[in-house]
C-alpha cells in the first residue's frame, strides 16, 4: 500500500524554489503541499495559488491561516478562487493563531472554541454555496452568498482541517472539521492523548475517529551528515521555544531552559541572537521531537508518527537539501 507523505514550506526558501520543490515532490510520489503562514513574514494564499498553478494532482493546503484577520466573507471567496484554480485539490488549514504575535498586531484572542466554530460553520456553508443569514459572537453575515455569475455554481469540496493545539480545540475539530493537522516539535506519544479527544468529539457529530484526517507536521532535517543535520533543527528548535509558547509546552521542554532562550532572542529574533542561543537546545530534545539526521534516521523516526495515529506525515525541511527529504520519502 503506498503510503502518504506531503511537504511543508515556510519561508526559508526562495519564493520560486519551492515551485519547483512541489512540482518535484509531485513526480516523487507525494500527496500534497502545506504552506505556512506563522510569522509576519510570508502569506500563505499567494503561494498556494502559485503552487496549484504548477502543479496538476498534488493538494495544496493552508498550514495554517488564522481565523482572525480575514473577514468571512473574503475567507470563503478566497477558498473560492484557489478551488477555480485547481479543484478538488485545495485544503483549508486554519488555526487559533497564538500570542504574543496576535497581541501586538492588535488581535485580542477571546473565546477561541466560539470564534473558530463560527467561523467554520459559516466558511462551510458559504462554500456549499448557500445564501447565509448567520449572527455570533464574531461572525455576523446578513443574506450573503458566494456570488459567481461567471464559472462554476456548484458547491466546492474544500475541507477545512483545524491546527488544535489545546485540548478543547483538538476535541471540537473531531467534532466539526473533516481533518486536524497535528502539532509538531512533540515526541510520537503526543499523539496518544489527542486521539482520544478527536474521537470524542468525533461521536459528537456521529463520527468515529476513522473518520478525522490526521496529518502531522514533522521537523525534518535530512543530510547524509548526521551532525550537520542536528546544527539546522537546533536553530529551529532555538527560535520556536522562544517565540511560540503552545510548542514549548507541547514538547515538554524545561521551562528553565525557554527562559534562558527568550532571555537572549529579541523580536524578530536575528541571526546573532539565534546562534549565541542554540546550543541550550541539547541534542536528546532534538531526537525525541524531529526527524534529524540521515535519511536512515529520518525515516525509523517519522514511521514513529505513524505508528502512533498521523496518517499523513508533513514534512518540515528546515534546512539541507530539500530534494534529498523528497527523494528520502518518495513513493513513485
Known sequence: ??????????????LRDGLEYVQYAEKRGFEAVWQAESRLVRDAIVPMAAYAAVTEKLKVGSGVINNWTRNIGLLASTFLTLDDLAPDRIICGIGAWWDPLAQNVGITRSKPLLAMKETVTVMKRLLAMERVTFHGEF???????LDVVHG??????????????????MEMAGEI??????????????????????AKGAKKSGRTIDD???PQ???????????KAIDTTRELLTQYL?????????SGVSMDIVEKIQSILGWPATHEQIQKAKNLVPDDLIDRITASGT?????????????????CPILYPVGGDVHLLIDTFAQD
Open 1 to 14: 500500500m503506498k503510503e502518504r507523505f506531503a511537504l511543508y514550506l515556510q519561508d526559508a526558501h526562495d
Open 139 to 145: 461572525v455576523h453575515v446578513d443574506g450573503i452568498e
Open 152 to 169: 462554476r455554481r456548484e458547491p466546492r469540496h474544500v475541507p477545512v482541517f483545524i491546527g488544535a493545539t489545546g485540548d478543547k480545540m
Open 177 to 198: 472539521a473533516e481533518g486536524v493537522v497535528m502539532n509538531y516539535c512533540v515526541p510520537p506519544e503526543y499523539n496518544h492523548k489527542a486521539l482520544d479527544l478527536l
Open 212 to 214: 478525522i484526517d490526521r
Open 217 to 227: 507536521l514533522v521537523v525534518c532535517s535530512v543530510d547524509l551528515d548526521h551532525d
Open 242 to 250: 522562544a517565540q511560540q509558547p503552545h510548542i514549548a509546552k507541547a
Open 295 to 311: 535519511p536512515e534516521e529520518a525515516r525509523k523516526k517519522v514511521n514513529e508518527y505513524v505508528k502512533n495515529g498521523c496518517t
